[in-house]
């Protein structure tokens, strides 16, 4: 399915393809829309006017791999960003079809952004550590740019070739963790256009995922615009994740930023603490006037 993606109420974060989340209606071995053998023309262009074009593993349940593969080439024809996020299906997908290996590689090889959690780091690359497999995946891309590793509710790292940052999530009561993970993507989509510096991306994105674990249900009931402000205004960051064992268990790591509540000395040389203060004010004032907007018209 193609269409535009709503991530904060009242808000366009980014015009955006989904080629994905339509649930199955069967058990068929074959893709949902086997009638689709080659990239209709609409879904051309319309890609061609998207700024992001995203594709999760679960789309090869719905298309077949080459239709997948023709629409990550006509992205990058087109001047479009790839993110994909093999998801569980990732592991399945290695030890698929021919077809399936080839289109997966495609998709890990030719996307600018890849999006997996440390687990499906992990099955993809046989390396434990979630930033020594974010590096290597850049190593086996052509266009990566960034490898983002969710790690649940530890927080999330963002690894590129120079630098790697690394935020903790926020404190939440998790009411209902469905729709967090696409919320969560559009957050960082909105920081790849914005061109927002890596930890600035991150903490936007743990706090639009997490305020949409704090209600029920995916669509129109994820992160409201107001939640996601409010948590980054309070910024109770969960600090117990021991990233130091992370980044010192990676046999190469450039420079290191890390989200912190205020400014301390880093445990190594080139290893930055950003107190989070310092980045929610840089981040408010991007929404905080829409926000005034919706309360003046609601």
Sequence with gaps: ???????????????CCFLCNIS????????????IRKLPADIKIA??????LFCNGYAFDEFFPDVIASSIDCAIDAGTAVFFDPGPRGKSLLNGTLDEQRALEHALRLSDVLLLTSDEAESLTNVENPIEAGQELLKRGIRTKQAVVKMGSKGSIMITKNAVSCAPSFKINVVDTVGCGDSFTAAIAFGFLHDLPAVNTLTLAN????????GYGAGRNVAHLDKVLQLLREANLN??????????????????TVLSRTAVNGFREHLVHVPVGDVVSDILPMFEAVSQRSTVQS
Excluded at 2 to 8: T, W
Excluded at 24 to 35: I, K, L, T, V
């Design 207 to 214: 706090a639009v995922g997490a305020a949409t674990a704090t």
């Design 47 to 52: 890609i061609h006017h998207s700024k992001i």
């Design 24 to 35: 199955r209606a069967d058990f068929s071995e074959e893709p949902a829309f086997s009638w």
């Design 239 to 256: 600090e117990d994740t021991a990233w130091g064992e992370l980044i010192e268990g990676s046999s190469f790591c450039p420079e290191v």
């Design 1 to 15: 399915m193609l269409g535009s993606c709503r991530p904060i109420s009242e808000t366009w974060f980014l015009q």
